[in-house]
């Protein structure tokens, strides 16, 4: 079993930046591909990004591109996302979650975290 525990959640101002980690326990996750989802107020869950196993692979949904960076350290078993020029419809809550598969479906994934706030205000 792996668990995922997301941190780093807060309110920041429109334009701001925030920086989200995950940290996996239980067992390696090297050999996963790393994910980031979510989901806004009266919003469906939605893909953010993901990273394969040994970072050579990277997707982006097309709202956070270029604003967003996710990386990974698998010698500590964790996932970061680096978010800048934040914008209020980026407020939702952020899960990591971790799955065979580098993908954008989000039932491809075994494992989540709790998810962390993001409140972005205008």
């Known amino acids: 079993q792996v668990q995922l525990v997301e941190s780093g959640g807060g309110l920041v101002q429109a334009g701001g930046s925030l920086r989200l980690s995950c940290s996996a326990s239980?067992?390696?996750?090297?050999?996963?591909?790393l994910g980031w989802f979510r989901q806004g107020p009266g919003k469906e869950r939605e893909f953010v990004t993901t990273?394969?196993?040994?970072?050579?692979?990277?997707f982006y949904a097309d709202s956070v591109k270029g604003r967003f960076l996710i990386s990974r350290d698998n010698a500590k078993n964790t996932v970061s996302l680096e978010m800048n020029s934040l914008k209020p419809e980026d407020t939702a809550v952020y899960y990591c979650a971790a799955g065979i598969y580098t993908t954008k479906s989000s039932d491809k994934y075994d494992y989540w975290g709790q998810g962390t706030q993001v409140t972005v205000s205008s």
């Open positions: 239980g067992r390696t996750v090297s050999n996963y591909a």
């Open positions: 990273i394969n196993w040994s970072g050579s692979m990277i």
